[in-house]
């Protein structure tokens, strides 16, 4: 617990009481979101607290399910996925790209970079614009191992 101390307020699970648990093993509350939706092993066994987590906060997933690619991880448990989608144009009959950006609440448990491919959910509003939780890395983006460098003579 004390190395998960990194803000100015006492950071605790709401559902787990400290008394008592100074020598015996660390209590962790965890849930499943349901929906076939695996808690990831992190959650489990991790030690941080995130109470906009859907696994170990207060936050039930409702309503649309999508499917992203993460764009953005520049904001603090925060990420911004786009979705792109074809609109019909009646006039021309043919179809025209769009997209939109979502920003979605990241957990700690996740490990997210630009171009995974991952699952949010909607749940309440966590913040101004926040209404997505990220519940699943689909497709992770191939590791960048630096630049090709020009190595010809």
Known sequence: MADSQHEKAFQKQDAVSLIGRVSRKKGRWFKSVGLGFKTPQEAIEGDYVDKKCPFTGNVSIRGRILRATVVSTKMRRTIVVRRDYLH??????????????????????????????????????????VRFNVLRIDRAAPAEEGKKMFTGA
């Open 88 to 129: 019909w144009i009646r006039k021309y009959k043919r179809f025209e790209k769009r997209h939109r950006n979502i920003p979605a609440h990241c957990s700690p448990c996740f490990r997210v970079r630009d171009g995974d491919f991952v699952t949010i959910g909607q749940c309440r509003p966590l913040s101004k614009t």
